[in-house]
């Protein structure tokens, strides 16, 4: 007979102002094993802590449900309490009846009060037959790999390697520094890149703890978490004076690495445009994308710095920038914000009236969207200081006439039509996913969303952690970000990497899936149904085997196993069944 201890919190209103709290522990009380009911207003506080340990004492329980929101939130949370009044963390379970009930029944008190009744009630038929477990240990390397050697990709290696453990840095290009490298001045401050990026490259280089390898690509990864095999080929290239680019390739020379964790940041690619047929595509010599406009504003681009006509290398009196193009355009392109646009456009438009100061700058804006500390402060003034024109509308097309380029669009504060004739046309073009990176996806088994961009294990509590575990994400590789966001996030990957390292072992969760060899026939069909790779036969057996690092325990095999061989830990058959009577 177990001795099971329930408590229900009141969340403040958010259960108790829709659910009737008193009602649902005098019925609960009255379930078999069940020893100990009450509630309290916030469980997850110091008190609702202390009250959860002292009854685990006074009433010897052995298994504890808390009844408050999401596993998600603080399941570990009343784990460690348990744990630290002498209960098996594996003896707590969590009762969601705020989301699944409270939230998603306000105005139906009695029902959502019965359903929460009825959760509870499945989680005691659960409890009566957990294990106590323990965790499995695992051996660790200590190494990292960042794949990408732009921003991200330096900011994550120079926080991990500056710890003191060593770091294999991959650039699948011939030099570090990835878009950033291509930009002039950066907003807020018209700082230059290149200055700014000379730093992070000078400790990049001198580094102990980093190893560079560029014209290098991942090629193979396999193993899982603290004990990643990765194979990367280099291209041995063969190069030409000084700092220029390669010219010959010769055979790629192959590296093997046991890596413990892997950050990518592999970054973004600009939308095709050859895509925007509205736009001219690539037609017009005078329409350009913003990249094409930063190469030159810088001084080592192909006009030294100078602003000029591609077509005739004319000083453009009257440039025309288009916002979203390719972007926010569910019906044509990306439907989603490049997020960076709206501020590399007023940065480029003031550049281009310091430098060409009786020019007339005009911007083709659906929305002004400036998130960021004096972002906003910036982009007015661009208006108030620059004269820089804005017109509100989505220009629709663009077309060439006499030597100039035409931008017709509606004027949507008006609704009047509006034609600008310009010298010169940037598109601020979206950012999307690199074309390679669905292909680096499937190797690292990295899922990807619609669009093409890395997908985060959760967007609010995980937000740099894949769903493949120790595999981190930093940068646009997972959506469009500025550079003050993309650092951040490179060095929260690296803190994620650095507490995978602080450990002596891997700590992998007890609730995995196992095999009972006895029932086990061969057959094999869990192999392929293993979204983890976490299955494989016995070397001698014709049995299957769980990969214990690998596995994630969400049970896909026991769907597909005939003889019920498959099981995961503390959710087996007869716990589902059970939970399944006791709803019914």
């Given at each position: 007979?177990?001795?099971?201890?329930?408590?229900?919190?009141?969340?403040?209103?958010?259960?108790?102002?829709?659910?009737?709290?008193?009602?649902?522990?005098?019925?609960?009380?009255?379930?078999?094993?069940?020893?100990?009911?009450?509630?309290?207003?916030?469980?997850?506080?110091?008190?609702?802590?202390?009250?959860?340990?002292?009854?685990?004492?006074?009433?010897?329980?052995?298994?504890?449900?808390?009844?408050?929101?999401?596993?998600?939130?603080?399941?570990?949370?009343?784990?460690?309490?348990?744990?630290?009044?002498?209960?098996?963390?594996?003896?707590?379970?969590?009762?969601?009846?705020?989301?699944?009930?409270?939230?998603?029944?306000?105005?139906?008190?009695?029902?959502?009060?019965?359903?929460?009744?009825?959760?509870?009630?499945?989680?005691?038929?659960?409890?009566?037959?957990?294990?106590?477990?323990?965790?499995?240990?695992?051996?660790?390397?200590?190494?990292?790999?960042?794949?990408?050697?732009?921003?991200?990709?330096?900011?994550?290696?120079?926080?991990?390697?500056?710890?003191?453990?060593?770091?294999?840095?991959?650039?699948?290009?011939?030099?570090?520094?990835?878009?950033?490298?291509?930009?002039?001045?950066?907003?807020?401050?018209?700082?230059?890149?290149?200055?700014?990026?000379?730093?992070?490259?000078?400790?990049?280089?001198?580094?102990?703890?980093?190893?560079?390898?560029?014209?290098?690509?991942?090629?193979?990864?396999?193993?899982?978490?603290?004990?990643?095999?990765?194979?990367?080929?280099?291209?041995?290239?063969?190069?030409?004076?000084?700092?220029?680019?390669?010219?010959?390739?010769?055979?790629?020379?192959?590296?093997?690495?046991?890596?413990?964790?892997?950050?990518?940041?592999?970054?973004y690619e600009l939308y095709n445009r050859n895509r925007l047929g509205?736009?001219?595509?690539?037609?017009?010599?005078?329409?350009?994308?913003?990249?094409?406009?930063?190469?030159?504003?810088?001084?080592?681009?192909?006009?030294?710095?100078?602003?000029?006509?591609?077509?005739?290398?004319?000083?453009?009196?009257e440039v025309v920038w288009v916002q979203c193009a390719g972007s926010?355009?569910?019906?044509?392109?990306?439907?989603?914000?490049?997020?960076?646009?709206?501020?590399?456009?007023?940065?480029?438009?003031?550049?281009?009236?310091?430098?060409?100061?009786?020019?007339?700058?005009?911007?083709?804006?659906?929305?002004?969207?400036?998130?960021?500390?004096?972002?906003?402060?910036?982009?007015?003034?661009?208006?108030?200081?620059?004269?820089?024109?804005?017109?509100?509308?989505?220009?629709?097309?663009?077309?060439?006439?006499?030597?100039?380029?035409?931008?017709?669009?509606?004027?949507?504060?008006?609704?009047?039509?509006?034609?600008?004739?310009?010298?010169?046309?940037?598109?601020?073009?979206?950012?999307?996913?690199?074309?390679?990176?669905?292909?680096?996806?499937?190797?690292?088994?990295?899922?990807?969303?619609?669009?093409?961009?890395?997908?985060?294990?959760?967007?609010?509590?995980?937000?740099?952690?894949?769903?493949?575990?120790?595999?981190?994400?930093?940068?646009?590789?997972?959506?469009?970000?500025?550079?003050?966001?993309?650092?951040?996030?490179?060095?929260?990957?690296?803190?994620?990497?650095?507490?995978?390292?602080?450990?002596?072992?891997?700590?992998?969760?007890?609730?995995?899936?196992?095999?009972?060899?006895?029932?086990?026939?061969?057959?094999?069909?869990?192999?392929?149904?293993?979204?983890?790779?976490?299955?494989?036969?016995?070397?001698?057996?014709?049995?299957?085997?769980?990969?214990?690092?690998?596995?994630?325990?969400?049970?896909?095999?026991?769907?597909?196993?005939?003889?019920?061989?498959?099981?995961?830990?503390?959710?087996?058959?007869?716990?589902?069944?059970?939970?399944?009577?006791?709803?019914?």
């Open positions: 007979m177990k001795r099971i201890g329930i408590f229900v919190c009141h969340c403040g209103t958010n259960i108790a102002g829709t659910l009737d709290v008193e009602r649902i522990v005098e019925e609960i009380g009255r379930y078999p094993d069940v020893v100990y009911a009450s509630d309290y207003r916030y469980m997850c506080s110091d008190p609702g802590q202390q009250l959860i340990r002292e009854r685990i004492g006074e009433d010897k329980l052995d298994s504890v449900i808390v009844a408050a929101c999401s596993p998600a939130m603080h399941e570990t949370t009343f784990r460690r309490t348990a744990e630290s009044a002498g209960l098996n963390p594996y003896q707590t379970e969590i009762a969601n009846i705020r989301e699944q009930a409270s939230w998603v029944h306000q105005k139906q008190s009695e029902a959502a009060t019965n359903k929460a009744i009825e959760t509870i009630r499945t989680i005691v038929a659960k409890a009566r037959y957990n294990q106590s477990l323990t965790p499995f240990h695992l051996p660790l390397v200590k190494r990292a790999l960042v794949i990408g050697g732009g921003i991200a990709g330096m900011q994550a290696a120079l926080d991990v390697a500056d710890a003191g453990y060593p770091v294999v840095l991959v650039e699948k290009s011939e030099r570090l520094g990835g878009r950033m490298a291509e930009l002039s001045g950066l907003y807020l401050n018209f700082d230059a890149a290149a200055n700014l990026l000379e730093s992070k490259l000078e400790s990049v280089r001198e580094h102990p703890n980093i190893q560079v390898l560029n014209s290098a690509e991942v090629t193979e990864v396999g193993g899982y978490v603290g004990n990643f095999v990765v194979k990367v080929e280099q291209r041995e290239d063969v190069p030409t004076d000084g700092d220029q680019p390669a010219t010959a390739p010769g055979q790629p020379v192959p590296y093997t690495f046991d890596i413990g964790s892997i950050v990518v940041a592999t970054g509205e736009y001219g595509g690539t037609r017009f010599p005078d329409v350009i994308d913003g990249l094409q406009f930063e190469e030159m504003l810088r001084p080592d681009g192909p006009t030294a710095g100078q602003i000029r006509r591609p077509s005739d290398g004319r000083v453009p009196k926010r355009d569910p019906e044509l392109h990306m439907p989603y914000c490049s997020k960076v646009c709206c501020m590399y456009v007023a940065k480029q438009s003031m550049l281009y009236k310091q430098m060409v100061p009786d020019g007339q700058a005009t911007i083709f804006y659906i929305d002004i969207r400036t998130q960021g500390k004096g972002y906003e402060e910036f982009s007015q003034q661009a208006m108030e200081n620059y004269d820089v024109l804005y017109v509100r509308g989505k220009a629709s097309k663009v077309f060439q006439e006499n030597g100039r380029v035409t931008v017709w669009g509606v004027d949507t504060l008006t609704n009047l039509p509006i034609e600008v004739e310009a010298d010169l046309v940037v598109l601020a073009t979206a950012t999307v996913p690199r074309g390679d990176a669905p292909e680096l996806g499937q190797r690292l088994r990295v899922s990807t969303d619609e669009h093409g961009f890395f997908s985060e294990a959760h967007p609010k509590l995980r937000p740099v952690e894949s769903l493949t575990a120790g595999v981190f994400l930093a940068g646009a590789v997972q959506f469009p970000k500025d550079i003050p966001e993309t650092v951040a996030q490179a060095s929260g990957a690296a803190s994620k990497v650095l507490s995978l390292f602080s450990q002596r072992q891997m700590v992998q969760e007890p609730t995995i899936a196992y095999v009972d060899p006895e029932l086990c026939s061969g057959c094999g069909l869990c192999i392929p149904a293993c979204p983890y790779e976490a299955r494989l036969m016995h070397d001698w057996q014709p049995i299957a085997v769980v990969n214990t690092a690998l596995c994630q325990g969400c049970g896909a095999c026991t769907m597909v196993c005939p003889n019920k061989a498959c099981q995961v830990r503390n959710l087996t058959h007869q716990q589902i069944l059970s939970m399944m009577e006791a709803y019914l």
